[in-house]
């Protein structure tokens, strides 16, 4: 087991509960979605992984470890997140090649300018974008930098809150076969948070559905397709079936 959320309650003032009693697990290399309604509390889970924020009540384990202030430098070289905003999570002033040096230099690693190269190419980025500034890029361009600024670690795992949202349908479509490639070759495991569940069922081995707070079902990819037995999970992917 990779990821182990345990029991976890979350609220941001007295009274209110943000997350009621969440179970989560991702197994290593496996890709897990997290779907649900807007507010249903899906980034907050997101926040409280990478210990972003703390739970109020239960225990979240990475690889059966409790995952504690003192174990967070182990934490985050082997799990990292990707937002939504492209453009928000890098430094407009910083070219491609210094938003690259950072998470390198943070792991302590080294790579020559071939190896670089190579990386580039994974991600199906141009080899001359190293110069250019985020606000030279495109929004697919700049999902990538930051997709590839994430797995320079080698993560074990990757959150993606929302991180197709914004951008076109043959760009989400190339993003999401770069996440599958990079689950494939490097065995990463992925937790996939969006609203787009044709892309979640296309990506994911299991889903979790969320609903005001509360992961209300789940379930595995079978052959033939995902098997919900709460109602609002069935009427969500229904509507998809429909479509
Ligand atoms: N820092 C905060 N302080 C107070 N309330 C918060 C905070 N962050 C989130 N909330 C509240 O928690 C609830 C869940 O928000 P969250 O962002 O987790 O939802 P979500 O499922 O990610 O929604 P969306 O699909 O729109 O991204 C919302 O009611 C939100 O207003
Ligand atoms: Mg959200």
């Not at 990821?3 to 009621?20: C, E, F, T």
């Not at 787009?196 to 081995?205: G, I």
Request: net charge neutral; proline share 2%; with cysteine.
């Amino acid at each position: 087991m990779l990821l182990h959320v345990d029991q976890v309650n979350k609220s941001y003032r007295a009274g209110q509960r943000i997350l009621k009693n969440i179970n989560l697990t991702v197994g290593k290399g496996e890709i897990v979605g997290l779907v649900g309604e807007s507010g249903s509390g899906k980034s907050t889970l997101a926040k409280l992984i990478m210990q972003l924020e703390k739970p109020e009540k239960g225990a979240l384990f990475f690889v059966e470890q409790l995952m504690t202030k003192q174990n967070r430098s182990y934490f985050y070289e082997n799990c990292q997140i990707i937002f939504q905003n492209a453009t928000a999570a890098l430094n407009p002033v910083w070219t491609v090649r210094e938003l690259l040096r950072e998470p390198i230099q943070v792991a302590h690693k080294s790579f020559t300018d071939r190896e670089i190269q190579t990386m580039l190419e994974m991600v199906k980025l141009p080899s001359d974008i190293l110069e250019a500034l985020p606000s030279e890029l495109s929004g697919g361009e700049r999902q990538r930098v930051n997709i590839l600024r994430s797995i320079l670690v080698e993560p074990q795992l990757l959150v993606c809150d929302e991180i197709v949202s914004s951008l076109d349908r043959l760009i989400q479509r190339e993003i999401i076969d770069l996440l599958v490639t990079l689950n494939k070759e490097k065995n990463m495991a992925i937790l996939f948070i969006s609203h787009d569940l044709k892309a979640v069922s296309y990506l994911c081995n299991r889903i979790y559905v969320m609903k005001s707070g509360e992961i209300v079902d789940e379930s595995r990819k079978c052959e033939g397709g995902f098997a919900f037995t709460d109602k609002y999970a069935q009427m969500l992917f229904q509507a998809l079936e429909n479509e």
